[in-house]
């Protein structure tokens, strides 16, 4: 008899009733009295549990009710109707056999725990309720990004993990190396011969994917990047890890307006997957997560974003008569704090800011007529602040040969980037959406260590 | 006016005939005579050209036939039939503009390049035929493979990149780091002192996300990884790759033969995805880089695959007949011409190779009754030899720690994997898939750096 599984117990219910069916999962709860008892099981494909009824015409019925929780188990017993009560049906057993022991010092036992102490069994957490929740529901995240592009033929791109130098700027990054560190080859004058190292030159961990896509959107004219990207920081913070997954769109032909139009669309189209795909754990998190969550997402999905210039923003918070912790004038950088004053206080919905001043933005964010600004935006949410940003590319081959020299960089570096401005430029656009910011957003859940399975960050790369 | 696409034009051709369109792409070739001329276009939406009529009623006519091959232009024109012609139709322009010059040293001229040097020119190659082929089909075959386990409701994980150590023991590694390396911290044996390392100890990247998927796998029952993996080998091939994407799926509650029937099930999933997909690529492919590819393919997607044991497969070999480099005994690791002479020559057609000596298997690989072969599986296809490698995973706590122990590994670097056997361990099983290995095998491109946007190899991380 093959198995039938738990969510399809759920979700076909009617073609289920009365029938006999075989299911194998893991205990999470045994309840048993003199000659009958009821065993909560989960098989990891559904977020909820099935009831089993067990009694004492089970020829072992006194050994299964002495099953540990987490032992994994099968069963085979008839579906019934149970109206009125909290689940809609319970498998009324024939015959229980315990398949994998689990010893009695199992550390998800029925009580609460805190999620620290979850992040130090990371292996064991996605047994637990909010982590199945979580990580089913990033799952299907990732899905509905795949099907967002694939839908409007963008083309997939793999950008390149390891790479051969710190081209975008944006941050300390992670060497890799094969040489014997304790005996590096020398050069003449003393430094590290990396021409004798794996690549024959420093390498990498990127940072970002944007610089190889644009090569890419120039060819497919509409791409995207979806990977692991790295920053060596060392900040010790609820939103900050030192691996994380970043979906990098970038467009041809198209301005910052035609840029935020997909990134607005994009959200409401993972949001509403969500919603519908994952309907048991959206509900979990509005219940015993967030419970505000549901109006949030609500009021995203059926809101035009709203769009500002920085400049109007400068304005807003200034005419605010807010006190912020960081003072307020044109030309810094928006902090969070004035960022959730726009979006929760003034908007009450998602608000894009654009135009922001080029000193405080990347090299190749296309400089405005006012040469004093850029056409970048980002999307502002509110509960978070900054969830998305992105840019009109420089696309003129001076205005970015002369911003490369203009900030020091090294022009040799950027050959093949300057290259796609020489053969064929045009408008380009695209921004970056840290994957776990909007996880995080859809859940409810504060720390970015709760959703990465394995999380990596200062001083943490156990598992 | 809208942008369309050109690959509406193409599957949407009656409803834009006689209609005005504006479409923006880059000219691949220009043909003109005195008073009319034709321009291909590519928007990169589509692999084949839409051809643009042009005569000398546009004001522009003379400049225009001197556009430069790649520049950027933007053309509006009534859609018209063409009966009779190669292409279904053309668009008669009524106006014609440059949007982005391309400088006349354009490396993508006309004239067939070598592979090898459009690997020099990564950043450009994608706007070659071949290379907007294969570079859209390996988007597909992504998308396919996320379709796929999606619909089997499998649970996506993201296995960390970074790693604390190299569990697997599968080959050698990239060493992160984020210390000075020309003045590392040492401790008092003289040893670098990790401790001060970002990461607080050792950090590699990672070889293989098995061991953390199969924490998901007895928590989700179903999973799979889909991400970047990384070997340090310094082997010139040209079937390895310093940094390549892996699938890796995770089953519970299953044995080897349901690894195989997975395994199957997803490759003809794959291959049937593509073709229906990508006809105009898989077309060209068939044509251009090996003809007989779609022979090759439909032997695969209508065959049932063959099963033999490693012990089967050796008789085979023996018997044969054949003179081969390597010589056959039992115990010996198949080579690719063991492989390819027992897919070729003796089944003609996909066959999964079973129970190989556990003395050339992973310490994870169950181990048979007879003690002398664990239950793994190799898929063999022919034109490649191997193309998935898997096995059931040995649950036996006891089991399995003796095998830890007599391979000289250090159980405490296992802890967490260990763990998985102590609470509620079942059967399971899984396998790998190199991705790359799928696309050379889809497009009968021979090197993996012909298949991997910006690939990494030995001395090479340009781009």
């Known amino acids: 008899m093959k198995d039938t599984l738990i969510r399809s117990l759920y979700r076909e219910t009617e073609s289920y009733l009365g029938k006999d069916v075989k299911i194998s999962g893991w205990v999470r709860t045994i309840r048993d009295s003199k000659s ?124 390149p993990i390891i790479t051969g130098s710190d081209c ?26 990396f021409s004798e190292d794996f690549f024959g030159k420093e390498a990498n961990l990127t940072v970002s994917g944007q610089l190889n896509g644009e090569a890419y959107a120039l ?47 994009m959200i409401k189209y993972i949001i509403n997957y969500c919603l519908e795909n994952a309907p048991e754990e959206m509900e979990f998190f509005n219940s015993f997560v967030d419970k505000g969550l549901f109006e949030r997402l609500e009021n995203v999905v059926s809101s ?18 807010e006190k912020f912790e960081y003072p307020v004038e044109w030309g810094i950088d928006l902090q969070t704090e004035h960022e959730r004053y726009i979006t929760e206080k003034v908007f009450k919905k998602p608000v894009f800011v654009s135009d922001y001043p080029k000193d405080i933005k990347a090299f190749y964010m296309r400089i405005n007529e006012d040469n004093k600004t850029v056409a970048a935006m980002d999307l502002l949410v509110p509960g978070v602040g900054e969830i998305i940003g992105g840019s009109q590319r420089e696309e003129r081959l001076d205005v970015l040969e002369a911003r490369i020299e203009e900030l020091g960089l090294n022009k040799e570096d950027y050959w093949w980037y300057l290259d796609l401005r020489k053969y064929g430029e045009t408008k380009h656009s695209g921004f970056g959406l840290g994957f776990e910011r909007i996880i995080m957003y859809m859940t409810g859940v504060s720390n970015i260590r709760d959703v990465i399975p394995f999380p990596r960050t200062t001083g943490q790369a156990e598992f």
């Open 36 to 159: 009958f008892g009821f065993i909560e099981i989960n098989d990891g494909s559904f977020f909820k549990n099935v009831q089993v009824v067990i009694d004492d015409t089970l020829e072992n019925f006194k050994e299964v009710t002495k099953f540990p929780i987490s032992s994994s188990i099968e069963v085979v017993g008839v579906v019934v109707e149970t109206p009125g009560t909290k689940q809609p049906f319970e498998i009324k057993a024939t015959s229980v056999n315990i398949v994998g022991n689990s010893d009695s010092d199992y550390p998800l036992q029925k009580k609460r725990h805190t999620v620290e102490y979850l992040r130090s069994i990371a292996h064991l957490r996605p047994r637990s309720n909010l982590f199945s929740a979580v990580f089913r529901v990033r799952s299907l995240a990732a899905y509905a990004i795949h099907k967002f592009f694939n839908e409007k033929n963008f083309v997939y791109v793999h950008t």
């Open 168 to 193: 975008e700027g944006a941050g300390e990054m992670f060497r890799l190396t094969t040489l014997d560190i304790l005996n590096t080859p020398k050069t003449e004058d003393g430094k590290i011969d």
């Open 219 to 265: 060819a497919f004219r509409n791409i995207y990047t979806f990977g692991p990207t790295f920053r060596a920081e060392n900040s010790n913070t609820a939103r900050h890890a030192a691996e994380f997954w970043m979906i990098e769109p970038e467009i041809s032909f198209a301005d910052l307006s035609d840029n935020m139009e997909l990134a607005e669309e």
């Open 304 to 321: 035009d974003f709203a769009k500002i210039t920085y400049t109007e923003a400068i304005d807003i918070l200034l005419k605010s008569g």
